[in-house]
């Protein structure tokens, strides 16, 4: 489903970094315990207690950036793997990638030698929700560009292609009840088809 309003209240700058610490934390603690470290140990490199460990991991307090050093140097990973990415290098992105393959389902598909990215099966599941709406813009202010008579409009049409993207979620019109079952039966349909084509492809090859 498509939320369009902030369900919690707050401005989601607030929300990203109020939250910032728990991410970082949950981060420690996941690859901590991938690494086969107890809290005392990981604290022992870093010259800190196991106390101070768990608060950090439960997200009461957030590790400073020499911290975040020490911590990422005694677990053997890079620090942006413990940190937020920042997706204005090439590195950044990457480590963007990664956290969305853990929390979306993102997969990297590679066809007829082209890369491709897909959340998922590509129809379900709320990111695919807003990607939808981000395409179905997208759309729009193509067939607006290839409409617009002057240099003037052009750019008109880009400024409001930009004030959608800076105002996201904001942007998206509500849908009502019956839009959004719609919406919900046409990805349905969708699946069903990719299903059907699939099943149509193991019985040709059962058939061989």
Not at 104 to 127: P, Q, T
Request: hydrophobic residues 35%; aromatic residues 8%.
């Amino acid at each position: 489903m498509i939320v369009v309003n902030n369900p919690f209240g707050q401005d989601p700058m607030d929300l990203n970094e109020n939250s910032s610490a728990d991410r970082v934390g949950h981060r420690i603690r996941e690859i901590r315990e991938a690494q086969g470290m107890t809290q005392s140990e990981l604290g022992e490199k870093i010259g800190l207690n196991g106390d101070r460990v768990q608060k950090y991991e439960n997200g009461v307090r957030k590790p400073k950036a020499d911290l975040l050093k020490k911590f990422a140097s005694a677990l053997g990973v890079s620090t942006l793997a413990l940190t937020d990415p920042v997706v204005a290098n090439y590195i950044g992105a990457m480590y963007a990638l990664f956290e969305m393959e853990k929390n979306y389902d993102l997969k990297v598909k590679r066809d007829d030698g082209k890369l491709s990215l897909v959340f998922g099966n590509g129809f379900m599941g709320e990111i695919n929700g807003y990607i939808d709406e981000w395409e179905k813009e997208c759309r729009q202010i193509e067939l607006e560009l290839e409409a617009a008579s002057s240099e003037e409009e052009r750019a008109s049409v880009l400024h409001s292609y930009k004030l959608w993207k800076w105002n996201f979620p904001e942007a998206l019109t509500d849908m009502t009840e019956k839009n959004l079952r719609d919406l919900k039966k046409a990805k349905l349909e969708e699946q069903m088809k990719q299903l059907q084509k699939e099943l149509s492809d193991l019985n040709g090859e059962d058939g061989e």
